[in-house]
């Protein structure tokens, strides 16, 4: 059982960086595989990145390629979403997810609630 709590969204203008992360607690965080969500208003959640359990491996949707960038520590039990060059369209509400198996699917086993980011044009 893992439970995640994620931080550091805001407001922010576009061009600018946040930096999220996401804080779990429980048992076995390092064998699992972590993902980045994100749902904006009327819109369907969707994969943003995801990184193996060993770290070696990373997904990324094509929008955030090159400008997004995802880390974990595993002694931390912490896993972050580096965003830089925020656009308007990055808008949304972002959701940390964990899982034994990387994928791009939906199909994680642990949420956590949510933070909030929202970038100004």
């Known amino acids: 059982q893992l439970q995640l709590v994620e931080s550091g969204g805001g407001l922010v203008q576009a061009g600018a960086s946040l930096r999220l992360s996401c804080a779990a607690s429980g048992r076995r965080f390092s064998s699992h595989a972590l993902a980045w969500f994100r749902q904006a208003p009327g819109k369907e959640r969707e994969f943003v990145a995801a990184?193996?359990?060993?770290?070696?491996?990373?997904y990324y949707q094509d929008s955030v390629q090159g400008r997004f960038t995802i880390s974990r520590d595993n002694a931390k039990m912490t896993a972050y979403l580096q965003m830089d060059r925020l656009r308007p369209e990055d808008t949304a509400v972002y959701y940390c997810?964990?899982?034994?198996?990387?994928?791009?699917?939906?199909?994680?086993?642990?949420w956590g609630q949510g933070t909030q980011v929202t970038v100004s044009s």
């Open positions: 990184i193996d359990w060993r770290a070696t491996t990373t």
């Open positions: 997810a964990a899982a034994l198996g990387m994928t791009r699917s939906h199909d994680y086993d642990y």
